[in-house]
C-alpha cells in the first residue's frame, strides 16, 4: 500500500512558499515583486508530474488502465457535492493540504484573484497545460474516499481535501483498487499555510 499515486516533487513546495509570498505582496501593495514570484513559481517540472496524474493511466502510477464501471446515477447519492460552506469548513478542517500527497493546497478563490491582477504571468488559457504550473496542479479540490460513482456519501467522513491531480488522477478508483492507504488514518498537518485563502478579504476589499 502506498500514500499517494506519486511521491510529490520538490518543486510544489517551493512554489507553494513563492505564491505564498506574492500572496503577501500583493495584499502590501507590491504588484511588481508579487509578479515576479509567481513568475518564478511556474516550474515546467510541474506540468511534468501533473500529466503522468491527470494524462493516460499507467499500471506504474495508477496499478489500471481503464477506467471503472460506476453506478447508474439513481443508484448514487442525488447530491453530487456538498454545499460550498461545507467544503470550506473541510479544507481548513484539513489545513489546506491534499490528504494523499501532502501537497499544499490553493483556494480557487485566490487563484482567481491572482488571475484577475496577473494574466500574463498566470498564462491562464483554454489548454489546461499551457497554465501556470502550479496554480494549475495545486488547485485544491474536494474528493469523496469511497467515489460518489461508485457510491460514496457526501457524510463529511467521506470528503477529504486533495490537490486537483491527487484527484483526477484517482478518479472513480477505490483506495484498494489503486492500492492507497485511507488518508483519514493520518492527521492533518498543523501549520501557518492558508491555501492563499486570504486573498479572499483582499478580493472583497479590490474590487
Given amino acids: 500500500m502506498r500514500r499517494s499515486l506519486l511521491q510529490p516533487i520538490p518543486e510544489l513546495d517551493l512554489a507553494a512558499k513563492l505564491l505564498d509570498a506574492s500572496a503577501d505582496a500583493l495584499m502590501n501593495g507590491n504588484l511588481s515583486l508579487a509578479r515576479e514570484l509567481i513568475a518564478k513559481a ?3 517540472q510541474i506540468i511534468e508530474y501533473a500529466i503522468r496524474l491527470v494524462g493516460p493511466m499507467t499500471e506504474t502510477v495508477h496499478r489500471q488502465t481503464k477506467r471503472p464501471k460506476v453506478l447508474p446515477k439513481s443508484q448514487r447519492d442525488p447530491i453530487r457535492m456538498p454545499s460550498q460552506k461545507i467544503q470550506e469548513s473541510i479544507f481548513s478542517r484539513d489545513r489546506w493540504r491534499c490528504r494523499f500527497c501532502g501537497t499544499k493546497v490553493i483556494s480557487r478563490k485566490a487563484r482567481s484573484v491572482l488571475i484577475k491582477y496577473f494574466p500574463e ?42 490537490c486537483y491531480c491527487c484527484q483526477f488522477g484517482r478518479g472513480e478508483w477505490t483506495l484498494e483498487e489503486m492500492e492507497l492507504f485511507d488518508p483519514r488514518g493520518l492527521e492533518p498537518i498543523v501549520d501557518a499555510w492558508d491555501g492563499l485563502s486570504r486573498l479572499k478579504r483582499f478580493r472583497a476589499r479590490a474590487i
Fill in 42 to 44: 511556474d516550474f515546467p
Fill in 121 to 162: 504571468e498566470t498564462h491562464w488559457t483554454s489548454e489546461e497545460f499551457r497554465r501556470h504550473t502550479a496554480l494549475y496542479s495545486m488547485a485544491v479540490s474536494l474528493d469523496h474516499v469511497v467515489p460518489h460513482g461508485r457510491g460514496g456519501s457526501n457524510n463529511i467522513s467521506n470528503l477529504i481535501t486533495t
